[in-house]
């Protein structure tokens, strides 16, 4: 256990920075499947939307240091290819 009060404080706050980063990468997570379902279902529109949605979402948890830019960007190009796969 930490002794020391800045310890203390450096653990509440990576507690709270911990729950904040969980939760942006459920969100993003649940984005992805959003346009796979959509994808796999044959709806292109829909697919178009919701990689919309997605990708900006995904540049952001970049911004915030949730994920490094070579995740995001292979995360953003493989939802894109299966995107336009879709006819």
């Known amino acids: ?11 509440r706050r990576n507690a709270r920075r911990r729950e904040r980063n969980r939760q942006a990468i459920t969100t993003m997570r ?10 796999s279902a044959g709806k292109s529109a829909e697919a ?5 949605r997605a990708v900006p979402f995904i540049d952001h948890a970049v911004n915030r240091g949730i994920l490094h830019r070579n995740t995001a ?4 190009s493989r939802l ?3 995107v ?3 006819r």
């Not at 649940?30 to 994808?39: D, G, N």
């Open 1 to 11: 256990m930490a002794n020391h009060e800045s310890t203390k404080k450096d653990i």
């Open 48 to 52: 178009r939307e919701a990689l919309m």
């Open 84 to 86: 336009n796969g879709v």
């Open 30 to 39: 649940t984005l992805a499947r959003k346009v796979e379902e959509a994808v």
């Open 73 to 76: 960007s292979r995360k953003i």
């Open 80 to 82: 894109t290819l299966k």
